[in-house]
């Protein structure tokens, strides 16, 4: 069964570093997503992307990250300069349609220090 | 703003016993539903999806839903309960032709033998 995978599955690094968390949606999806899971709280959405352009993003999603489909398989979420509050677990996901299911990978687990 | 509601934080459960885990949401007009599992460590796995039609649905692992519009809820059932279904268990919600879930807090489930 295909499924959304995701690398590292654990990254520490230290305040004011570049990061880049790597996800291979499933083959035949067509819009990606990232979402991230701060401790003890709520998922939350922060990118949605679908024809090699953002689509939505939330508050969240500020100057400080980015998001990239480098090939046809790979898509990054890129943060420039990580502060202690970018800790959190990071889950990429895809979805066939606009709407559809989304299909989660296992997340990376980003911690800065 | 939409928003999900899973008014229950802990929910301890015999194994054998039955469960339902509680789900409401505040959106305009009827969003697309769904119920997410995730163990520990673990990514989020969908467990079922209701986009439209018969307000009852079946998912994976024995689970179903029922959706009620008239309480804007979406309730998650399980006629008897396995020790492996502890997890922590996330309703999700996404407009019509939109983008982004919109998460509940969740709700962890304990299965006491």
């Known amino acids: 069964e295909p499924e959304v995978t995701q690398t590292p599955s654990h990254q520490v690094t230290q305040m004011g570093q570049e990061v880049i968390l790597r996800c291979v949606p499933i083959?035949?999806?067509?819009?990606f997503y990232w979402y991230r899971q701060i401790l003890g709280q709520k998922v939350e959405f922060l990118v949605s992307f679908y024809n090699n352009e953002i689509s939505e993003k939330s508050e969240i999603f500020d100057d400080q990250f980015s998001v990239e489909r480098p090939d046809g398989s790979n898509f990054t979420l890129k943060i420039r300069s990580t502060k202690l509050e970018d800790s959190a677990m990071y889950f990429c996901a895809s979805s066939r349609d606009r709407g559809s299911e989304q299909y989660f990978g296992p997340g990376t687990r980003l911690t800065v220090t | 703003a939409q928003s999900v509601t899973q008014p229950d934080i802990h929910i301890t459960v015999s194994e054998g016993a039955s469960l339902e885990l509680r789900c409401n949401y505040s959106?305009?007009?009827?969003?697309?539903l769904f119920w997410y599992v995730q163990s520990p460590g673990q990514g989020l796995q969908l467990l079922l999806k209701?986009?439209?039609?018969?307000?009852l649905v079946q998912g994976i692992k024995g689970f179903e839903a029922e959706f009620k519009r008239s309480q804007s809820s979406f309730n998650l059932r399980k006629p008897s309960v396995h020790w492996s279904d502890a997890a922590e268990y996330f309703c999700?919600?996404?407009?019509?032709?939109?983008?982004?879930?919109?998460f509940g807090a969740g709700t962890i489930l304990r299965v006491k033998s």
């Open positions: 083959s035949n999806h067509l819009y």
């Open positions: 209701y986009f439209s039609g018969d307000t």
């Open positions: 999700a919600v996404v407009m019509e032709y939109g983008n982004k879930l919109v």
């Open positions: 959106y305009g007009a009827t969003p697309y």
